[in-house]
């Protein structure tokens, strides 16, 4: 049988792809293997993934426990490297905080990110805005304005979003792909456009309003194990009952 275009070069193919695998492993940064990053702090079982994107002023970067920062991610604290930023952190990620693929967080003044905040691919962060007040000077050249952002726990925030300075989002705030997000977020809300605004939010009483279109999760019955999770994925509506039924 006559060898196809992808059989060229098989070895070689391979041993690029090994090689790079070896090196991403290598070139991964980790609270034991630093590669030459200095954080304030960096918890146990964080790894920022190679490569990685432009970061500076680590001694003001805290990261917290458990954190996946993927590849091609910008971490930068202050305006520019080597600045004396003071005593206090800069950019402070809690624990379990994912940050997707090719997202920046710029933080000139504070920016703080809660536990468990998952982020998709390419979303901005940044605590700075260029200023245009006067007229006759480039913008480029004009003094930037520098407003603290938070972002509370339990976020989820889409791919694509811009997260403007002085932005404050609570608990639980859902960002939808693409969103432009200023201003105050309440919790359990969630918000789309450009600019973002709230399009259902959620309280004890009323629940989601407007009323969610999907069916509401079902729980996996207790005592399931995970060899047993493929075989529930089988079983029709009845089994998950368990209110006795009359006749």
């Given at each position: 049988m006559p060898k196809t275009r992808?059989?060229?070069?098989?070895?070689?193919?391979?041993?690029?792809?090994?090689?790079?695998?070896?090196?991403q492993r290598k070139g991964a940064v980790t609270a034991r293997q630093s590669g030459g990053h200095r954080f304030g702090a960096i918890g146990?079982?964080?790894?920022?993934a190679f490569p990685q994107g432009t970061v500076f002023g680590e001694p003001w970067i805290r990261l917290g426990a458990h954190c996946i920062i993927g590849e091609q991610v910008t971490l930068t604290a202050g305006l520019m490297p080597d600045l004396d930023l003071g005593q206090d952190p800069i950019l402070t990620l809690g624990d379990g905080v994912v940050i997707g693929r090719g997202s920046h967080v710029i933080a000139d003044t504070t920016v703080r990110i809660g536990s468990d905040v998952y982020?998709?691919?390419?979303?901005?962060?940044?605590?700075?805005?260029?200023?245009?007040?006067d007229p006759h000077e480039p913008?480029?050249?004009?003094?930037?304005?520098?407003?603290?952002?938070?972002?509370?726990?339990?976020?989820?925030?889409g791919t694509g979003a811009v997260i403007l300075p002085g932005a404050r989002l609570g608990r639980n705030v859902v960002v939808a792909a693409g969103a432009v997000v200023r201003g105050d977020v309440p919790d359990h809300a969630v918000v789309a456009g450009a600019p973002a605004r709230v399009v259902r939010s959620w309280d004890a009483e009323s629940g989601w309003q407007p009323p969610l279109r999907t069916p509401t999760p079902r729980a996996i019955p207790e005592g399931v194990t995970p060899d047993q999770l493929l075989a529930l994925s089988e079983l029709d509506d009845d089994a998950w009952d368990t209110e006795p039924r009359t006749r």
């Open positions: 992808n059989d060229k070069g098989g070895p070689a193919h391979r041993l690029v792809q090994a090689g790079w695998r070896w090196v146990h079982g964080t790894k920022l982020m998709g691919p390419y979303v901005y962060i940044t605590s700075t805005n260029h200023s245009y007040d913008i480029g050249k004009q003094w930037p304005r520098m407003e603290p952002v938070e972002i509370g726990p339990g976020c989820w925030i």
